[in-house]
């Protein structure tokens, strides 16, 4: 049997921020525009350095918010132009209007955000509460564990974003992945630019062979029909991920999906996750799997368009489960990948495993893998029968009086 031969890259030591910047120097958009801000503020000023160097030709608009850089970004978009940005936090909530229109323009902008807590109180560290507060407005969210697959994700995104005409956001965990340094792969310039390959949009505003109409109002006649489509745009986008992540292995050798399963196969607990608190969970499964615990673990990587009815699959045989969320709902019933989670399940008729809710790490708070384990353990009590499930929120090293 002849073994695929795939891209050989460089093994580099570099944060988060450092591979996301690397990503886009070699996609080499033609429009990039952006505001500073921590912890996302090094992605645009190293990509800027990069271009004030002369080794990528694109045009860098520094703007005056985050507003701005968002309203930039879509008029690149709609002229024709291959358009990026980045941000974090209240950046992202100052783009949040023109987030919307993003996507209901069907422009394929992609986004570097560094996920980082929102104020009040002012806090800069990693929670993932901005773009969960934007999980419906239209845009793919794509989410990273580490910097090896912040990088793949952006180089991966552009692909996606153009085929499904749907903008699309890269994130990372604030200062846990955006500014830790960790062994990532960079692969050849020109085998991400034959990746990635030449962007020619169907139609550009500049164009004036072949006018349109963009942004116009629409009333009651057609705004709901658009707003359908958008929607279902969305959906059609689960097919158009699943073929770029299959060229990337083809081409890469690394594989990705809607999300990672780790030590699924036969597990009666679980945990649900988004992020890099996956990394530390594995620690623990590998503990527990010593000592005969089936523990396993689902890393949700593309949390819209939501996997739906392949994680109430991968779901349907365990005993018990929980979901750990990075944000809160504020008086929500539940916090926000848990909602989704259970309604997945719940749709697809699989009502066997019982189902808990933790929110942790709020403004970078610590999870460690005690943490992590005595989650496990309380698992492990439901599934057994001497423990009930909690019905309600459970906040993990939180000090409540």
Known sequence: MVKPMFSKGKIVAKTGNEMMAEAMRQI??????????????????????FVADGKVPTEFVAVESEHSAMSATIAASVAGARAMTGTSSQGF???????????????????????????APINIHGDQSDTMGA???????????DPQEAYDNMIQSVRIAETAKLPTMVTTDGFIISHCMAAAEVYPDEDVKEFVGTYNPDRKLLDYKRPFTLGSIEMQDYYFEHRYQLAQAQRDAKKIILDVAKDFKNKFGREYGFYEKYQMDDAEIAIVTIGSAAGTTKAVINELREKGIKA???????????????IAKDLANVKALAVLDRADSCAGTF?????????????NGVT????????????????DMNHIKDVYMHLDEVAKGKAQASKTVEYINVRIK
């Open 93 to 119: 909530a100052l783009m949040w209007e023109m987030l919307y229109i993003a996507a209901g323009l069907r422009l394929p902008i992609v986004m570097a955000e560094v996920n980082r807590a929102l104020s």
């Open 296 to 310: 396993g673990l689902i890393k949700i990587r593309i949390f819209r368009p939501f996997p739906a009815d392949e």
């Open 28 to 49: 080499s958009p033609d429009v990039v525009a952006a505001y500073p801000i921590t912890p996302a503020t090094e992605i645009v000023q190293i990509f800027s350095q």
């Open 335 to 347: 916090a926000p990948v848990y909602s989704d989670v259970v309604s997945a399940m719940y749709a």
């Open 352 to 367: 066997g495993p019982k189902a808990e809710n933790y929110v942790y790490g709020l403004g970078g708070r610590e999870i």
């Open 135 to 145: 999980r419906d407005a239209g845009w793919i969210q794509i989410y990273s564990e």
